[in-house]
């Protein structure tokens, strides 16, 4: 089982160069903010974590992967039209 200030610590340093703040709250929930480095304005803000999803070391392995994803998803989804173009586009099928 996890305590708390372990899974803070591994949470906390799975996102550089992102900052990563971990906040217990009642009842064993935990918030998570996920920050840009010289950015106060959080990228991602989870709140009420149940204990459940972080209270074993393969909890919050899968914990960061899914907030990983889902910084992806919000990067992805903050791409300009230009930026997609530049990419090469959106990977459309032509049939």
């Known amino acids: 089982m996890q305590t708390y200030l372990q899974a803070k610590r ?3 340093s799975s996102f550089l160069p992102y900052r990563c ?3 217990l709250e009642n009842y064993g929930e935990m918030t998570i903010s ?5 950015v106060e304005e959080s990228i991602l803000t ?4 149940p204990r459940t999803d972080w209270n074993t070391l393969r909890g919050v392995a899968a914990l960061a ?3 990983r994803q889902d910084m992806e998803l919000i990067a992805a989804l903050e791409r300009t039209p230009t930026e997609i173009a530049a990419s090469g586009g ?3 099928s032509k049939e």
């Open 10 to 12: 591994i949470l906390e």
């Open 21 to 23: 703040k971990c906040h």
């Open 34 to 38: 996920i920050y840009e480095s010289a």
């Open 46 to 49: 989870i709140p009420k974590v």
């Open 65 to 67: 992967l899914r907030l």
């Open 90 to 92: 959106m990977n459309e």
